[in-house]
């Protein structure tokens, strides 16, 4: 068969893969501890769950509607701007899609004509890459190294930057590394976008899932001028233990989201009208349950990443948010004798059951990403089979 060149240049998601292999070997009987996946474990808190169902019961929920969004929804994403970013919305700065994916997907389609470049800081999240190679557009990398606590500075920026750059990613709380920039940083960033009149494109969708006393700032928050420059991604799925429900959402100029609007109408129409009726109640309704989760989340960073550092050759920084360890492994890998971290991770699931997911796909050749989205024992199981596989 032959395929489009578009899509022979693409990997598949490595989470989403890393993940279905676990589930593979899950369904042979293998003993295995899923730490791929970046999802809460919990279930939909239940007031969210019972909006869907009173909206399916209604009848509201059987029909299409706005492709862009319902009206009460994109009301609500203002009202949680007004509480978390302290700003309000009006309807036309906000468009919803099927899960944040889709938006990311749907705004560099707005964006980027083929040759265009996205800075992009490493380690970064899988899908941007490849989501912007598959619309022609190029993908720069700023290199954020652990000893920089995988940050980028407005010097690396100014170097790499050329007259085709058009958008600068910044992933804060970031997935992989749970690390976020303090507003001062945000603030040199921020302005140097400005100055040089490039896009930032703020994925915020860990910006609820911050632990230790640590805090988000949201870029977008900084001056007028910042926030016009950016384009903000969020939904439901992390904070809201939402993920299967499809709902993120954008919010931004006016124009960039009339845009994306008609890229969603005309690919996914709405998303699912029941999961947008769901997002308005886990929005608006009681937040309780969403903290009681986060301090879930903060317990168990505490608990493992003291022991994640006790295998011998891993060595983490300790994340402020999001869900995720992402230890350099390169010590551990030299004395298993391998030179490729994917090849690495791949023994660890054969000869331990411990499912982990390679840094080769977030662009860090020498560590590997650990998600403690999941229950303490599992957590400290899993450790302890890596410290046995070490020292065997
Ligand atoms: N951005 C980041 C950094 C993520 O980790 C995820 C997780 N899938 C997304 C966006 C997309 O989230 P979703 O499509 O589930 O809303
Ligand atoms: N963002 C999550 C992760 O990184 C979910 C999987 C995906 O969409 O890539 O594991």
Known sequence: MKLSKRVNQLEASVTLAASARAKALQAQGRDILMLTIGEPDFTTPEHIANA???????????FYTQASGLPELKDAVGTYFESHYGYGLTQDEVVVTAGAKFALYAFFASILDAGDEVII???????????????????????????????VTVQQLDALKTPRTRVLILNSPSNPTGMIYTAEELEAIGNWAVANDVLILA?????????????????????????????????????????????????????????????????????????QYAAIEALTGDQAPIEAMRVEFEQRLNAIYPLVNEIPGFEAIKPQGAFYLFPKVRGAMVKKGFTDVTDFCN?????????????AGFGANENLRLSYATDLATLVEAVNRLKAYMAK
């Open 52 to 62: 869907a169902k009173a909206a399916i019961d209604s009848g509201k929920a059987s």
């Open 121 to 151: 800081p490493t380690p970064y999240w899988v899908s941007y890459a490849d989501q912007i190679k598959m619309l022609g557009g190029v993908p720069v990398f700023a290199v954020g190294t652990q000893e920089a606590a995988f940050k």
């Open 203 to 275: 994925d915020d969708i860990y910006g609820r899932l911050v632990y230790n006393g640590n805090h988000f700032t949201p870029i977008s928050t900084l001056s007028d001028e910042i926030r016009k420059q950016t384009l903000i991604i969020n939904g439901v799925s992390k904070t809201y233990a939402m993920t299967g429900w499809r709902i993120g959402f954008a919010v931004g100029d006016p124009e960039i989201i009339a845009a994306m609007s008609k890229i969603v109408s005309q690919t996914t129409s709405n998303p699912s009208a029941v999961a």
């Open 347 to 359: 023994d660890i699931l054969e000869e331990t059951g411990v499912a982990v997911v390679t840094g």
